[in-house]
């Protein structure tokens, strides 16, 4: 992956792979890394889609050259600004000076605000197209997705979209670019775990975006992160449709938050009672030690969300409620809803997690009981741990 590598023909990915942050958006694990893509089109005229981070911008700029000679390079075409791919744009318009930076309206003010890069601009609206010679770029304005200058831009002779972070997912990319080449399943969690991170709270202008695209003929879907979808762009393309219209799977996500173990025998006991009721894919997470990221992954694919949390100075426990503001900031909606918690002086955990229920954001179920246990958990409590799990398994198997 130190050289180009062609996607057909004349387009070429020009992209790197990133092993060295740990936290992508200084935020969200990277432990197997992650791609940043960007692609050239050889023609008459020359055209690089979007670039990298800025510390990667050597070994990018080395892979244009190569590819280029003494060409120049006529179009950058900028398909979103997030400077994990908008970072080498300063460097490569020292390299290339005649370079027209190709973007929408409310890509000039970014390009300025970042970069100082005032000059040089070509302004396109949606629906513009750029002739290149054999190849044709037209531009589809998708805004909020996940940003607001987002576009994409597509390329009639090979059918490709070069679709910016949409169709995208988190890992780089292990000695192959092509996702029909590589673990898919991998792959697939990984995009899971990106979507649900970066894309999710945006899903309604996905949707949107999904019906637009629709239309068009697409063989290829070239995204900035993850694998380039050749051979199989349905697949990626039926993902986020499915995750940004809150289609889910059978099984349960359970999150807790415990101190001394409490609350977590409430969590246990909810899910001993889920496997009895017949439900496979059960998830059990203690939320101060596992990764937001993880925990959204795994929601965005199940249909059951059961929460629970001790009581920690009258509210939530904090990790638990970094979870909740995760699901608020999300608008969590289409889920089957089950709630818990634990005190011993006077309850505030769970009023917390009623009132998220409540939230005229969150559109869920909530499955009844409603547990809330004082000192550790006795009889009655198991008891009703019986209850939400039969509850919920009823609800989640439909
Ligand atoms: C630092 C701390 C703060 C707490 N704050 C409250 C509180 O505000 N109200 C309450 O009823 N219980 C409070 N508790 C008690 C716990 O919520 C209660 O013992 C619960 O059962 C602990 O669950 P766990 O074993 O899952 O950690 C607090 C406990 C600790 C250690
Ligand atoms: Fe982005
Ligand atoms: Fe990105």
Redesign the pocket.
Known sequence: MNKAIPVTEKIYWVGVNDRETDLFESIWPLPHGVAYNAYLILDQKVALIDTVKITYQDSFLDKIKELLGDKELDYLIVN?M?P??SGAIKALRAVYPRLEIVGNKKTVDFLNGFYGIKDGIKVVKDGDQIELGQHKLSFYLTPMV??PETMMTYEEKNKVLFS??AFGGYAALNGSIFADQLDLAFYEEESRRYFST?VAKYSPMVQKALSRLAGLDTKIIAS?HGPVWKNNPEHIINRYDRWSSNQTEEGVVIVYGSMYGNTKVIAEAIAENLVKEGIAKICLYDAARTDLSYMLRDIWQYRGLIVGSCTYNTELFPPVAALISALLNRRIEQRVLGIFGSYSWSSGAVKALQSFYDNQNVKCELITPVIDAKYAPNGDVITQCEQLARNMAAVVKK
Do not use: C, L, P, Y
Request: proline content about 0%; hydrophobic content about 20%.
């Open positions: 979103h997030e994990d791919h996940h940003w910016g972070d970066i900035t």
